[in-house]
């Protein structure tokens, strides 16, 4: 990541590392790239603190930047060369956008060469320009390197530029209060390199239901806290957008403890979705059919069956 801002063609390019904790020598790796950040004329700023995850890095970052443009990047991937001065263009261009996306290279972790796929083929409402309803339903660009937004509506909707401190959903928190009040614009090319790795965070989330069930957990309360925040800043009431938030929350959870064969949390999880909403007859189906492993499996096989029916 640092070698490819380092050789980015844009001109004016100040780069934030928040160092969270970190007890190997990754502060001395990082310092010596100062003078080269200098020679470019960009500035490298290395920031320390003790280890707060995720979230409490990017909110670090957002109290130091200075900048009229804003990324963040993941530190395992890397930007095209002209990714920069892209999405930069295009900003100067066309200010009623605040946030401008570009595509991604999904690179495999055994191949970085190759380029296994682009991340727009998982969310084709990518050229909708309004983005608050697909990013809330989780079919909106995730990759984080993707994004840039205009600072000067970001500090609208977002001004005492924080963020919640947890290990997972910085993009909705970031994006969600954007897209509630700004449009943005999908550029079908390219400006970031994503690589997939066999034990990422989302795969090790993965390995086991408690994992799993503490991850979605932090997803709901993460977006709900969010959607709390548009409210007090913008002074609207999204208590409609926090029903369907619990509602899908809760049915991801009961369908989660499904799959793991763990009984007595789907019962758990299904009386919390019919507390949030009515249950699809999908629902009643599969809760009726949780300890029968195969009628699950033929159940999960209709369901999917009729998705397709339906986006057809």
């Known amino acids: 990541m640092i070698e490819s801002v380092l050789a980015q063609g844009y001109p004016n390019i100040e780069y934030i590392v928040v160092d969270d904790g970190s007890t190997d020598d990754s502060a001395e790796i990082i310092k010596r790239y100062i ?4 020679e470019r004329g960009y500035t490298l700023i290395y920031f320390y603190q003790e280890n707060r995850g995720l979230g409490g890095a990017i909110g670090a970052g957002l109290k130091l930047f200075t900048g009229d443009y804003l990324c963040w990047a993941d530190a395992d991937d890397w930007l095209e060369p002209d990714s920069v001065a892209v999405r930069v263009r295009f900003l100067e261009e ?3 956008y605040g946030v401008v996306t570009g595509d991604a290279n999904v690179r495999e972790e055994a191949d970085l060469d190759r380029v296994a796929r682009h991340i727009s083929e998982h969310f084709p409402h990518s050229p909708d320009e309004n983005q608050f309803e697909w990013m809330l339903r989780g079919e909106s660009i995730f990759c984080s390197g993707c994004h840039m937004a205009r600072v000067s509506m970001f500090d609208i909707a977002n001004p005492k530029r924080e963020i919640y401190d947890k290990v997972n959903g910085q993009n909705w ?3 969600l209060p954007m897209y509630y009040l700004f449009s943005r ?3 079908p090319v390219p400006v970031y390199n994503y690589v997939d790795y066999q034990q990422s ?3 090790a989330r993965g390995a086991s239901y408690t994992k799993w069930e ?4 932090n997803s709901c309360d993460t977006i709900t806290y969010t959607l709390e925040q548009i409210e007090a800043t913008q002074g609207v009431d999204l ?3 926090k029903k369907y938030i619990l509602a899908t929350y809760a049915r991801s959870q009961f369908r989660a403890a499904l799959q793991y064969g763990e009984k007595a949390a789907v019962k758990r999880h299904y009386h919390d979705l019919k507390q949030q909403t009515a249950p699809t007859m999908t629902d009643r189906l599969l809760y009726v059919f ?3 492993s195969r009628l699950y499996r033929i159940a999960s096989r209709l369901r999917k069956a009729i998705r397709r029916k339906r986006k057809k």
């Open 201 to 203: 965070m989302s795969r």
């Open 185 to 187: 614009k999908f550029l």
């Open 173 to 175: 928190q970031l994006l």
């Open 239 to 241: 208590s409609e957008k």
């Open 94 to 96: 066309h200010p009623q």
């Open 214 to 217: 503490t991850h979605l957990a």
């Open 35 to 38: 003078p080269a950040f200098e």
């Open 290 to 292: 949780r300890s029968m």
